[in-house]
């Protein structure tokens, strides 16, 4: 098989190289991990010599690069169907993807009130009204989607999609910042830190 490269960004903070981390790790296949310091004086230059859009995460796989986290991931889904990182019903994929797209372009201001970072000790701040309008909508969409799928496992649809991947790092946030949040929601977070990958990933987190 050819062998595939994920350049990513630090551990810590890099959420957008999370998602794919994540999904790449699901379908069991051995990758080498390109990793990236982050603003750094030579960061730019670094990702550019993986990809013109110059930003991580990247997938290299043979010929084909990937530059999009969401993209990497349906790219996943589709080289390595038994993975089964979308469910084969067509509503619980069609609402798995619903949400991962809304995740990837909404939510400004959880992004930057609430930044993901791995090496803060975990602790409350106030939230602005912008932030909880978001928080309620994510919280929201988490318990319509347990409601309809949670039979099937611990996760948005049942077993793990990349609808988790794309919400892991805002449990983390979550998490972090000690927002509160209702059972479902509390359990469905406890759910994805307490899951092997996520440990794996949070356990080679190195503090700045």
Same mark, same amino acid.
């Given at each position: 098989m050819t062998?595939?490269?994920? %350049?990513?960004?630090?551990? +810590?903070?890099?959420?957008?190289s999370l998602r794919p981390w994540l999904a790449l790790h699901q379908t069991g296949v051995a990758f080498d991990e390109v990793l990236i310091p982050l603003r750094?004086?030579?960061?730019?230059?670094?990702?550019l010599a993986h990809s013109g859009a110059g930003k991580v995460p990247v997938l290299h796989h043979g010929a084909v690069t990937v530059w999009e986290s969401l +993209?990497?991931? &349906?790219?996943?889904a589709d080289r390595f169907p038994e993975a089964g990182l979308w469910p084969d019903a067509p509503e619980s994929r069609a609402l798995g993807r619903a949400a991962a797209t809304e995740m990837h372009g909404g939510f400004p201001e959880i992004r930057r009130a609430l930044p993901m970072d791995l090496t803060r000790e975990p602790a409350p701040q106030p939230l602005t009204p912008e932030v909880l309008i978001e928080v309620a909508r994510i919280t929201q969409l988490w318990r319509?989607?347990?409601?309809?799928?949670? +039979?099937?496992?611990?996760?948005l649809l049942g077993r793990f999609s990349? $609808?988790? $991947?794309?919400?892991?790092? %805002?449990?983390?946030?979550? &998490?972090?910042?000690?927002?509160?949040?209702?059972? %479902?929601?509390?359990?469905? %977070?406890? $759910?994805?830190?307490?899951?092997? +990958?996520m440990r794996l990933w949070r356990s080679a987190v190195v503090s700045p």
């Open positions: 062998a595939m490269t994920l %350049v990513i960004g630090n551990k +810590a903070f890099s959420s957008w750094q004086p030579e960061t730019k230059a670094a990702i +993209a990497i991931c &349906d790219y996943l319509d989607l347990r409601c309809r799928f949670g +039979a099937g496992g611990p996760f990349i $609808a988790d $991947a794309m919400y892991a790092p %805002v449990c983390t946030r979550f &998490d972090t910042y000690r927002v509160p949040l209702d059972p %479902v929601c509390q359990a469905y %977070v406890d $759910a994805i830190l307490a899951w092997p +990958a």
